[in-house]
């Protein structure tokens, strides 16, 4: 009789991160654990240790700095990946580790082409089985929370599947993930899957299966939830989500589904849904995607009744269009604004509810540039507030340029011309260029550019307004690259001009820094998911 809790298991900052483009800092990665924190889910997905220097840090930072739910670092069947794993765990109150490989034929064929993994898909298979088993016996060396993937589960032998997850259980894994990696099973045939393993291997009650599922076909949240009829209790899922290509099952979609039809699935969360909407807002600002506005629980119409009968039927009975209330998810949140005169009090309580804590000593700096924004802008919203707070952090990392000064000229008749001054933090230097432009940006850009003078395209430029009025502030998000990998730089203020050279610089400073962190080229080059093809394995 499995019991009606559900575990949920937010997955934002490390398969919502591989999302191209999403990067975050790992300053933005310890706050939004917090806001995970508070928000009450059960475990929080930290990051993958191995795959690069800054993913090794985030996972130990939120290991020390964030309280409450059991944090879980990836790694792949490898020793070192789970040595990883381990260190940056090390000293945790509650760790998880959590261990993945893949076990469909697909997978098998490529991944593990090379004849050591032996000649035939039975030995193939076989080498795959004792893999697992030493990962998870190991990964036990560390914790005794061992979660297991069998990579690719939807496209997997089912009988297969069956043996492998019987293994990995008899080995000590307490958590078993079934994922759709690829996003590709129709929800009754993934609870089929589920109900068959369950069924088949017999596990203890202790052992809890897990829905891990892709949107490729729209189906994410749909196929989590009949994972959970099937007999799971943990969903793996991204605020927003965010993830891998489609993206993972929406967090805020799942709860929802679980708190407004109660009566039909008899389960419940630990979640706080009126965390839903302030918590997406955190990630959209982070990553620089936005939600779109007719997005369910927290898109900025899921709530507005346009159509009069609508509106004319919610004004005598809401229950007639609304199934849910915005406040419910805490849509309403803005609603209470913040002006110059709401004073420290207001200013730091405010803060603490979006989970950002300052500490005393910071909170004259803070509550002075709180000050020098409403002077500018009538009244402050939470997006406001996340992005002056954003702002502080940005600047608080260790750059490789700084723009100095930067001056724009736009008129009638005439090319728009930018002149700047960037400094080299690396050896001190000062060099300024001029250049004009299709515009102002187009003209800034060129300037920064020649300053740069480092190979790089722009790949993408997106400005939007993310608060209300003329006076709201600008979110620039671009992304440069290199041929590989994407960086993404983010900026707001109320001058986008401003914004779009902030983000710029951001975004440069990240392929700055990618290009001297060796480490992580080496791993990106090789891709993370061919590396047990690497012949110095093994
Ligand atoms: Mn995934």
Same mark, same amino acid.
């Given at each position: 009789?499995?019991?009606?809790?559900?575990?949920?298991?937010?997955?934002?900052?490390?398969?919502?991160?591989?999302?191209?483009?999403?990067?975050?800092?790992?300053?933005?990665?310890?706050?939004?654990?917090?806001?995970?924190?508070?928000?009450?889910? @059960?475990?929080?997905?930290?990051?993958?240790?191995?795959?690069?220097?800054?993913?090794?840090?985030?996972?130990?930072?939120?290991?020390?700095?964030?309280?409450?739910?059991?944090?879980?670092?990836?790694?792949?069947?490898?020793?070192?990946?789970?040595?990883?794993?381990?260190? +940056?765990? #090390?000293?945790?109150?509650?760790?998880?580790?959590?261990?993945?490989?893949?076990?469909?034929?697909?997978?098998?064929?490529?991944?593990?082409?090379?004849?050591?993994?032996?000649?035939?898909?039975?030995?193939?298979? #076989?080498?795959?089985?004792?893999?697992?088993?030493?990962?998870?016996?190991?990964?036990?060396?560390?914790?005794?929370?061992?979660?297991?993937?069998?990579?690719?589960?939807?496209?997997?032998?089912?009988?297969?599947?069956?043996?492998?997850?019987?293994?990995?259980?008899?080995?000590? +894994?307490?958590?078993?993930?079934?994922?759709?990696?690829?996003?590709?099973?129709?929800? @009754?045939?993934?609870?089929?899957?589920?109900?068959?393993?369950?069924?088949?291997?017999?596990?203890?009650?202790?052992?809890? =299966?897990?829905?891990?599922?892709?949107?490729?076909?729209?189906?994410? !949240?749909?196929?989590?939830?009949?994972?959970?009829?099937?007999?799971?209790?943990?969903?793996?899922?991204?605020?927003?989500?965010?993830?891998?290509?489609?993206?993972?099952?929406?967090?805020?979609?799942?709860?929802?589904?679980?708190?407004?039809?109660?009566?039909?699935?008899?389960?419940?969360?630990?979640?706080?849904?009126?965390?839903?909407?302030?918590?997406?807002?955190?990630?959209?600002? =982070?990553?620089?995607?936005?939600?779109?506005?007719? &997005?369910?629980?927290?898109? &900025?119409?899921? =709530?507005?009744?346009?159509?009069?009968?609508?509106?004319?039927?919610?004004?005598?009975?809401? +229950?007639?269009?609304?199934?849910?209330?915005?406040?419910?998810?805490?849509? #309403?949140?803005?609603?209470?604004?913040?002006?110059?005169? $709401?004073?420290?009090?207001?200013?730091?309580?405010?803060?603490?509810?979006?989970?950002?804590?300052?500490?005393?000593? #910071?909170?004259?700096?803070?509550?002075?540039?709180?000050?020098?924004?409403?002077?500018?802008? *009538?009244?402050?919203?939470?997006?406001?507030?996340?992005?002056?707070?954003?702002?502080?952090?940005?600047?608080?990392?260790?750059?490789?340029?700084?723009?100095?000064?930067?001056?724009?000229?736009?008129?009638?008749?005439?090319?728009?011309?930018?002149?700047?001054?960037?400094?080299?933090?690396?050896?001190?230097?000062?060099?300024? *260029? &001029?250049?004009?432009?299709?515009?102002?940006?187009?003209?800034?850009?060129?300037?920064?550019?020649?300053?740069?003078?480092?190979?790089?395209?722009?790949?993408?430029?997106?400005?939007? $307004?993310? $608060?209300?009025?003329?006076? $709201?502030?600008?979110?620039?998000?671009?992304?440069?690259?290199?041929?590989?990998?994407?960086?993404?730089?983010?900026?707001?203020?109320?001058?986008?001009?401003?914004?779009?050279?902030?983000?710029?610089?951001?975004?440069?400073?990240?392929?700055?820094?990618?290009?001297?962190?060796?480490?992580?080229?080496?791993? !990106?080059?090789?891709?993370?998911?061919?590396?047990?093809?690497?012949?110095?394995?093994?």
């Amino acid at each position: 009789m499995p019991n009606d809790r559900v575990i949920i298991f937010d997955t934002s900052l490390r398969d919502g991160e591989q999302a191209p483009g999403a990067a975050m800092t790992v300053p933005e990665k310890v706050q939004l654990a917090q806001q995970l924190a508070r928000l009450g889910v @059960d475990v929080i997905e930290a990051g993958f240790p191995i795959s690069s220097p800054g993913q090794f840090e985030a996972v130990r930072r939120i290991v020390a700095e964030v309280e409450g739910p059991t944090i879980c670092a990836l790694a792949r069947a490898k020793t070192d990946d789970i040595d990883a794993a381990g260190r +940056a765990l #090390d000293g945790g109150k509650r760790t998880r580790i959590h261990t993945f490989i893949a076990t469909s034929d697909i997978h098998l064929e490529s991944k593990f082409a090379d004849p050591r993994y032996g000649q035939t898909l039975e030995e193939k298979r #076989d080498t795959v089985l004792e893999m697992a088993v030493s990962a998870v016996r190991h990964a036990l060396t560390y914790t005794d929370d061992v979660e297991f993937s069998a990579e690719d589960a939807g496209r997997t032998d089912t009988a297969y599947l069956c043996r492998v997850v019987k293994a990995v259980i008899d080995a000590g +894994a307490t958590t078993i993930n079934i994922p759709d990696t690829t996003g590709y099973c129709i929800s @009754d045939e993934y609870a089929s899957l589920i109900r068959t393993v369950i069924e088949e291997v017999d596990a203890p009650p202790s052992v809890i =299966f897990s829905t891990h599922c892709h949107d490729d076909l729209g189906l994410a !949240v749909a196929n989590s939830l009949s994972g959970l009829q099937a007999g799971a209790r943990q969903i793996e899922c991204t605020i927003n989500g965010i993830g891998e290509r489609a993206g993972n099952a929406a967090l805020e979609e799942v709860v929802m589904a679980l708190n407004v039809r109660k009566d039909h699935f008899g389960l419940h969360t630990g979640v706080d849904a009126t965390l839903l909407y302030e918590t997406s807002r955190m990630v959209s600002t =982070f990553t620089g995607f936005r939600v779109q506005p007719n &997005k369910a629980i927290i898109g &900025k119409n899921a =709530f507005a009744h346009e159509a009069g009968i609508h509106q004319d039927g919610v004004l005598k009975n809401r +229950a007639t269009y609304e199934i849910m209330r915005a406040e419910d998810v805490g849509q #309403d949140a803005e609603s209470i604004r913040l002006g110059r005169h $709401s004073g420290r009090h207001g200013l730091f309580s405010r803060l603490d509810r979006l989970g950002i804590r300052i500490d005393a000593s #910071d909170r004259a700096a803070v509550y002075a540039a709180f000050v020098e924004l409403a002077d500018r802008k *009538k009244e402050i919203n939470d997006s406001d507030l996340i992005n002056l707070f954003h702002r502080e952090e940005e600047t608080s990392e260790t750059p490789h340029y700084s723009l100095e000064t930067f001056h724009v000229a736009v008129g009638s008749g005439q090319d728009p011309e930018a002149t700047v001054a960037v400094r080299n933090l690396q050896d001190q230097s000062l060099v300024k *260029k &001029k250049a004009t432009g299709d515009g102002p940006i187009d003209a800034l850009y060129s300037a920064i550019n020649h300053a740069v003078n480092e190979g790089h395209d722009l790949v993408n430029y997106t400005i939007r $307004s993310v $608060s209300e009025g003329s006076d $709201s502030y600008g979110e620039v998000s671009v992304l440069v690259g290199l041929g590989g990998p994407l960086f993404a730089g983010k900026a707001s203020s109320t001058d986008v001009i401003e914004a779009s050279a902030q983000a710029y610089m951001n975004a440069l400073n990240s392929l700055a820094a990618y290009r001297s962190d060796k480490e992580s080229i080496a791993f !990106v080059g090789s891709g993370i998911m061919q590396a047990f093809d690497s012949p110095k394995e093994h």
